[in-house]
């Protein structure tokens, strides 16, 4: 083969181009697909041939079903009755709670874990089989359990197992950033006489704060989008986002695919662009901080 | 090397008052960090362990009346789970499904990484697009495959014109393949996860190793596999391990796209669990065929867990050797 260096880069690059644009479009087509969809009349959600743009694109669904707008009411796939945006206050009360107690208490057990080793590292192991073993192995005795203590269908019951659920992410996560702060600091603070806490919240936490924006926002995907825990424990009082999505599967016989698509829309948007905020810290968080960027 | 540094081990042998205090005041400092770990599991895990414990050795369903006089019944339900042939079938199910979507997240994973790892023009972009669809809320990729996998729907309609060939199968209505329909989901929904694992390991890796054998003039393949790839064994294995749990728990997909069916085809694990539980309301049968999972899970987990402690050992080695990134302000 007569090829010259510089040719055969100018291929490989090619082709990785190629390979690359490929797999982009398939990454992308079904996120395309459904905000397409979402801006799309009735008649188009379901024909033959597909319509692969919406036209003329309309913001019906979305006036329909996140502030059931009465003039797109009249239409038999009218099912909004303004219940998203209750879903959406859920949605968000909840996730950023819990998230907000595993991200504090994670954190302060990392603290104890990286200086005073308060868990051995076989515990630590340990701590990730709350999220290694699947959640469906304890949903029933953990509805009974709720029922018999009042925390079924209550914002606070899912609050508490999204807060158990998401600790591991959070002491892991927090404690290969703490593990990045020379012990100095530390050290300097005791000297002159700080007390244990104050170390923790007024040097340790404050040194790390972009560590703990990325844990937060990190667990924040997490709790927004968990779909069986709150398919449990929330029934009719409080629904989350994704529960009320599933809604729309189940309550009617047609299929609603731009209402559907324009819910989905609002739901997962959000979590985009959380995601997108801390992409570089995601290999972190999903490896439980083992592996670092 | 932390502990010493900061606190107890410093205390004289002959402890003064003072060091005694001083030793009480760290005991209660480190108990009052693991305080609400220690209330979570007093009061939510630990009563949930044991009622599912209690369930699963009693005979009680909704309308058996109150549930803390159920008839005791020892191992019967034990018994019934392990000889009923579609508990049988989840497991199978729940291991090919998590096998598989396993293997295809890491091989496109990887692929992407290694073509991602050296800086080339709109990197960014590709990278960016690339964990779109981790970012989606699993019920919605469910619903978005119901809009596009119908067979007269968009994506055969896209596949049709591309090859010219009618290409018509019914992704969620053919037994045969809607646990393939799923598995393709869960890797389109989480070849970023490896993806991102395997980018971050490739660019991670020190560079001698690999600029040595370039020098010796091995070639990119030898390189690939006798540098690269050992090299970054701790991260492959952590991508296929924690890939693995996450999709033997998978439940939203499969059950809003297929609710077990069609026939059973796609009733794995958590989808069997459920239905006996919620829609056959089963639950004492339920219980018993939860603890079996657990257990079986645990046996799982606890061999991951030994895989990835000595993982982590090797990855924390290798990024005190590289310049192991700091804290960004």
Not at chain 1, 21 to 50: C, E, H, N, R
Not at chain 2, 256 to 268: C, H, I, M, V, Y
Not at chain 2, 299 to 322: C, G, H, P
Request: with cysteine; proline share 6%; charged share 15%.
């Amino acid at each position: 083969m007569a090829m010259t260096k510089s040719q055969r880069r100018r291929i490989t690059s090619g082709v990785r181009y190629v390979v690359l644009s490929v797999w982009g479009l398939m990454a992308f087509f079904p996120i395309y697909w459904i905000i397409s969809t979402s801006f799309k009349l009735d008649t188009q959600w379901f024909a033959w041939p597909p319509y692969y743009f919406p036209s003329p694109p309309t913001l019906a669904n979305y006036m329909n079903v996140w502030f059931g707008a009465e003039e797109y009411a009249q239409t038999q796939y009218a099912i909004s009755s303004q219940k998203p945006l209750i879903s959406l206050y859920n949605s968000t009360v909840i996730a950023v709670t819990s998230t907000f107690l595993s991200v504090l208490f994670g954190s302060m057990i990392a603290y104890g874990v990286s200086r005073y080793r308060i868990l051995s590292e076989a515990r630590m192991f340990q701590l990730l089989m709350l999220r290694m073993i699947p959640p469906i192995v304890i949903v029933a005795p953990l509805s009974l359990y709720y029922t018999a203590i009042g925390l079924i269908d209550t914002r606070f019951g899912l609050i508490l197992v999204y807060f158990l659920t998401t600790l591991p992410y959070a002491v892991w996560m927090t404690k290969s950033f703490i593990d990045e702060v020379p012990l100095e600091v530390e050290q300097a603070a005791e000297i002159l006489g700080a007390s244990r806490w104050r170390t923790v919240f007024e040097i340790v936490l404050p040194l790390i704060r972009s560590g703990l924006v990325a844990t937060f926002l990190f667990i924040l995907i997490l709790t927004w989008s968990e779909y069986l825990l709150a398919l449990i424990i929330t029934k009719t009082q409080v629904t989350t986002l994704p529960i009320e999505l599933s809604k729309y599967q189940g309550s009617t016989e047609g299929r609603v695919y731009g209402r559907q698509a324009a819910l989905a829309v609002g739901i997962t948007v959000p979590l985009m662009i959380v995601g997108l905020i801390i992409r570089k810290h995601l290999a972190r968080g999903f490896s439980f901080g083992m592996v670092r960027r | 090397m932390t502990v010493a540094a900061l606190s107890a081990a410093e205390a004289p042998l002959q402890a003064s008052p003072r060091a005694v205090s001083r030793r009480r005041a760290i005991r209660r400092f480190k108990l009052s960090l693991l305080a609400p770990l220690i209330a979570l599991f007093a009061f939510v895990l630990m009563p949930v362990l044991l009622l599912q414990l209690y369930f699963s050795v009693h005979q009680w369903t909704v309308y058996l009346g109150s549930w803390w006089d159920a008839d005791y019944i020892g191992l019967d339900l034990f018994k019934e789970v392990l000889t009923d042939p579609r508990f049988g079938w989840a497991v199978v199910r729940s291991l090919a499904f998590a096998t598989g979507s396993t293997i295809g997240c890491f091989v496109f994973g990887f692929l992407l990484a290694y073509l991602m790892h050296k800086p080339f023009r709109g990197q960014a972009i590709y990278y960016i697009i690339f964990i779109l669809p981790m970012l989606t809320v699993p019920v919605v990729v469910a619903y978005t495959a119901e809009m596009m996998l119908y067979q007269s729907g968009p994506l055969n309609d896209v596949i049709t014109r591309l090859s010219g060939i009618e290409f018509k199968p019914s992704w969620l209505s053919d037994p045969h393949l809607a646990l393939m329909t799923v598995s393709l989901l869960e890797i389109w929904n989480w070849t970023p996860f490896s993806f991102i694992i395997m980018l971050a390991g490739l660019t991670a890796i020190p560079k001698e190793p690999i600029e040595a054998a370039e020098i010796l003039g091995a070639s990119k393949w030898r390189i690939f596999w006798e540098v690269q790839v050992p090299l970054l064994r701790p991260v492959i294995l952590l991508a296929l391990v924690l890939r693995f749990l996450e999709a033997m728990a998978e439940f939203p997909k499969t059950w809003s796209l297929f609710q077990g069916g069609p026939g059973s085809a796609t009733e794995t694990l958590p989808v069997y669990i459920f239905m006996t539980t919620w829609q056959y309301f089963e639950i004492s049968k339920g219980a018993a065929m939860s603890y079996i999972v657990m257990l079986l899970m645990i046996v799982i987990v606890l061999f991951a867990i030994r895989l990835l402690r000595r993982e982590k050992r090797s990855l924390d080695k290798m990024y005190e050797q590289t310049d192991s990134p700091k804290v960004e302000a």
